[in-house]
């Protein structure tokens, strides 16, 4: 699409209202596209065939152009997420970039193409063919339409994804899943994975399912069942101590038993934080209301919303830190 990259696809709904309310758009959209922007005519040309005429918003008879239904509905109420569907569904590899930024980021441009194209030709004979240029070409089309979307952010050089992309993400993985137990395990894995990624931010030493015993002083280790907490924040501070904080991730499953656990180690952490929503938050502060348990003066309550802003944020620190300090 012509003009500023994060505007794209203001642009394109703006030229879908265009076809909406008026005849002249209809009779010519090329030279609508062409003047609006000052392009060429092969230019303005390609763009209607790909992006309007090619993703079916658009349907062309004879030499008029007409919105398609699917384009009225973009058209009268615009929606960044369906439209991130369509790009999907119309231009493959799409999606992949979101998943490459996921595990990297900040995630270079060299890194960016170099994982995509690997990726891309495993997945497609057709790929192997392309040039270099071409490949690159195909690859920027796409990371700028998430752009566009506020899926992906460009900060100091390098990718990532903003708190919508990371939603996106997580939700394409779970939608692959085969039942509802397997798609709970990726929302579960994926949020003790950002909580690994934020902590590692704040240089903690992190461990993913540590044992109670490991978090207990020698003295106090009497526990013989393996009970664990899902990610464990340590840090050795000079005439300080050990720094310690539990994190549960507590969407699905027995709360009972997630609160047992911070419970053991109550005494000996410094906060226990549990990744909840708002109704399972009131509830397991009901329960240790009614206990009266120590682990009320020591939690704290996120929701995995507020666990996407701070990975956004940190992969964001991280990539100015890392063009700041760099040799």
């Known amino acids: 699409m012509a003009g500023a990259i994060r505007d794209q696809y203001l642009t394109l709904t703006s030229i879908l209202q265009c076809l909406q309310e008026g005849p002249q758009a209809e009779n010519d959209l090329v030279k609508l596209v062409r003047e609006r922007f000052n ?13 309007f005429v090619g993703t079916r918003l658009v349907i062309r008879k004879r030499n008029r152009h007409a919105l398609s239904e699917l384009g009225f509905q973009f058209a009268r109420s615009p929606n960044p997420g369906a439209f991130y569907e369509l790009l999907c569904l119309n231009f493959v590899g ?4 979101l998943r490459i930024i996921h595990k990297s980021q ?17 997945t497609y004979h057709e790929v192997r063919a392309w040039s270099s240029q071409h490949l690159s070409s195909q690859v920027r089309f796409r990371v700028d339409w998430l752009r566009s979307l506020g899926l992906v952010n460009y900060i100091s050089g390098k ?11 997580r939700a394409a993985r779970e939608a692959a899943a085969c ?11 994926d949020l003790e994975d950002k909580l690994t990624i934020i902590g590692a931010f704040f240089q903690f030493e992190v461990k993913k399912r540590a044992k109670i015993n ?3 002083p020698p003295s106090n280790r009497r526990f013989s069942e393996n009970r664990q907490v899902d990610c464990l924040w340590v840090r050795f501070v000079h005439f300080g101590g050990k720094l310690q904080y ?7 499953g027995n709360m009972a038993d997630a609160i047992e656990r ?14 909840t929503d708002e109704k399972q938050q009131k509830r397991m502060l009901d329960r240790l209301k009614v206990k009266r348990s120590l682990l009320l003066d020591k939690v704290i309550f996120v929701t995995p919303d507020e666990v996407d802003k701070v990975v956004e944020a940190a992969a964001v620190m991280k990539s100015f830190t890392e063009q700041l300090f760099q040799e």
């Open 159 to 169: 990718y990532v994804l903003s708190e919508e992309g990371l939603r996106q993400e």
């Open 246 to 252: 539990p994190f549960e991730v507590q969407i699905s």
């Open 262 to 275: 911070l419970e053991m180690v109550a005494n000996v952490v410094q906060k226990a934080v549990v990744v």
């Open 214 to 216: 490991q978090i207990l």
């Open 39 to 51: 392009l060429s005519h092969s230019f303005a040309s390609k763009l209607c065939s790909v992006l």
């Open 106 to 122: 900040p995630t270079p441009w060299a890194t960016l193409r170099q994982r995509w194209a690997e990726e891309m030709r495993r």
């Open 179 to 189: 039942s509802e137990s397997e798609k709970q395990e990726i929302s579960h894995n």
């Open 94 to 97: 799409t999606d992949i970039i």
